[in-house]
Nanobody
Framework: VQLQASGGGLVQAGGSLRLSCAAS????????MGWLRQAPGKEREFVGA????????HYQEAVKGRFTISRDNAKTTMWLQMNNLQPEDTAVYYC????????????????????WGQGTQVTVSS
């Protein structure tokens, strides 16, 4: 599975961005997918994850109510809609895929993730 993230950029606080993750490879439907981010000088952390069917979604507490993850298996794409962005959301955002369920995508230990996309920079100015 190959993943390609895009859509990052510079936005003012309170603004919105939509990240995309285009996936290629066979059996993508077998994988749960998610987003992680890494701010300068900080550990990489989970943002959230979505199940194979798209029906089960988990979010990090700090983004609940502001971020929305969705996926379209037919188009092999996942999105991260980010609203009301704040300076603390500034980070490099990564998309990822792994068989583990969305409930496992939490905390800062992400060494077990099977597939990674390259990062896309999100910068939120105050």
């Amino acid at each position: 599975v190959q993943l390609q993230a895009s859509g990052g950029g510079l936005v003012q606080a309170g603004g919105s961005l939509r990240l995309s993750c285009a996936a290629s490879g066979r059996h993508l439907i077998a994988y749960n997918m998610g987003w992680l981010r890494q701010a300068p000088g900080k550990e990489r952390e989970f943002v959230g994850a979505i199940s194979r069917s798209g029906e089960n979604i988990h979010y990090q507490e700090a983004v609940k109510g502001r971020f929305t993850i969705s996926r379209d298996n037919a188009k092999t794409t996942m999105w991260l809609q980010m609203n009301n962005l704040q300076p603390e959301d500034t980070a490099v955002y990564y998309c990822a895929a792994d068989p583990r369920p969305p409930s496992a995508w939490n905390g800062k230990n992400s060494g077990w993730i099977k597939y990674w996309g390259q990062g896309t920079q999100v910068t939120v100015s105050s």
